[in-house]
């Protein structure tokens, strides 16, 4: 069973709206997440951070965290070409050790 | 955010050769990294966990033979693909994270190694 499940996409959005990637988590005990951004032939770049409950704003960018629903989003406001790249949810493993579970990514194509 | 360098960004090598890859944090101290693999429009694999001053602990399927981590101070782990193949061409990227006890991971520029 995959502990971190994103809808791999591609999600297209039109310049200027608002994008949503999704993830889920199975484990319960999870208490951060992360996103990061991947562009092609890059390495991933985190973006946002969240640890508790609720919302966290920075810039264009808010996470979502709904423990209860094992449920973690993210929103990008204005959305713009540039934004076009894959988008990674990462939880930490369930065995420990510091280490990050990574999801499928979400491949999100922003047009003009 | 912290920095981690990786080096070289890209390598060509014939099969059977071995080549080596180095991780380092610049501006701050690493007991653990991490070494993942990334195949073309697929997410990343973690290979091992690279330790300080210890043995690093490979992830299930992933050969230590073949790959071979040596973490030998604070700031530096490298991974050497040994007797390297065509299949194992492919996108390596090592992470640090900051702190003991923080997930919250920074990753180096990834090297991309094709074995010919």
């Known amino acids: 069973q995959k502990e971190v499940e994103q809808n791999s996409g591609p999600l297209s959005v039109p310049e200027g709206a608002i994008a949503s990637l999704n993830c889920t988590y199975s484990d319960r005990g999870s208490q951060s997440f992360f996103w990061y951004r991947q562009y092609s032939g890059k390495s991933p770049e985190l973006i946002m951070s969240?640890?508790?409950?609720g919302d966290k704003e920075d810039g264009r960018f808010t996470a979502q965290l709904n423990k209860a629903s094992q449920y973690v989003s993210l929103l990008i406001r204005d959305s713009q070409p540039s934004d076009s790249a894959t988008y990674l949810c990462?939880?930490?493993?369930?065995?420990?050790?510091?280490?990050?579970?990574f999801g499928a990514g979400t491949r999100l194509a922003v047009h003009p | 955010g912290a920095v981690v360098s990786q080096h070289p960004s890209r390598v060509i090598c014939k099969s059977g050769t071995s080549v080596k890859i180095e991780c380092r944090s610049l501006d701050f101290q690493a007991t653990t990294m991490f070494w993942y693999r990334q195949f073309p429009k697929k997410s990343l694999m973690l290979m091992a966990t690279?330790?300080?001053?210890?043995?690093?602990?490979?992830e299930q399927g992933v050969e230590k033979d073949k790959f071979l981590i040596n973490h030998a101070s604070l700031t530096l782990s490298t991974l050497t693909v040994t007797s390297a193949h065509p299949e194992d061409s492919s996108f390596y990227i090592c992470?640090?994270?900051?702190?003991?006890?923080?997930?919250?991971?920074?990753f180096g520029q990834g090297t991309r190694l094709t074995v010919v």
């Open positions: 992470s640090a994270n900051v702190y003991l006890d923080n997930t919250e991971a920074f």
């Open positions: 990462a939880g930490p493993f369930s065995g420990g050790y510091n280490k990050l579970i």
């Open positions: 690279s330790n300080e001053g210890s043995k690093a602990t490979y």
């Open positions: 969240i640890y508790s409950n």
